[in-house]
């Protein structure tokens, strides 16, 4: 699932509400109250920050990848054939 990292002051729900759910100690997630989706991801040690499903978007084709991040969980049969850095666990944007 392709999500996008953006300030959290910068996001507004534009329609229906979000349900909020505390996954871990560090961790808040954001669903759709009406059919459970996924939208929001917090953590704790990116305060200020709010990673987005970017499916959740009208048009999520408006935002392109900069890499790929968490491939050492990617599954054996997935291919990752462009030329975007990989890493293997989240990398901390500069």
């Known amino acids: ?6 300030e959290k002051d910068s996001f507004v ?3 229906g ?6 996954s871990s100690p560090q961790a808040t997630r954001g669903l759709c109250s009406q ?3 996924s939208i929001t991801y ?3 040690e990116r305060e200020g920050q709010i990673d987005i499903n970017l499916t ?7 935002f392109s990848p900069s890499a790929h991040i ?3 969980d990617k599954l054996p049969w997935v291919s990752i054939d462009d030329d975007l ?3 293997a666990q989240w990398v901390v944007s500069e």
């Open 1 to 6: 699932m392709p999500w996008g990292t953006f």
């Open 13 to 15: 729900v534009t329609s």
């Open 17 to 22: 509400e979000m349900l909020w759910h505390r």
């Open 35 to 37: 059919c459970g989706t």
């Open 42 to 44: 917090e953590h704790s």
């Open 56 to 62: 959740s978007f009208d048009d999520p084709a408006m």
């Open 70 to 72: 968490w491939v050492e």
């Open 85 to 87: 850095p990989q890493y």
